[in-house]
């Protein structure tokens, strides 16, 4: 059975109209999640403690669409890299 990971994240951006970090080693790695409906739930607790600053944003990326699970493993995955 295939996995459905979502990654929660955010911080602060360059400006609201944007998605650029202001600062990337400052971005909150909320967590990893088994499914998107707990990855909401993340997503929208960490969106509410900072709905006071208009340059934060949090998003959910489907890490699940990242990989076909499908296609062969490329040459550096092959070798562990």
């Known amino acids: 059975m295939t996995q459905r990971l979502h990654l929660v994240f955010g911080g602060e951006l360059t400006d ?14 909320v967590g990893m999640f088994p499914n998107y409906a707990s990855a909401y739930d993340a997503w929208k607790s960490a969106a509410h403690r900072t709905v006071d600053n208009a340059h934060m944003r949090y998003f959910i ?17 092959e070798l562990g890299n």
């Open 16 to 29: 609201p109209t944007k998605n650029v970090f202001k600062d990337v080693a400052a971005i909150d790695i």
């Open 61 to 77: 990326a489907h890490i699940h669409r990242l990989r076909d699970e499908e296609t062969a493993a490329s040459p550096t995955e």
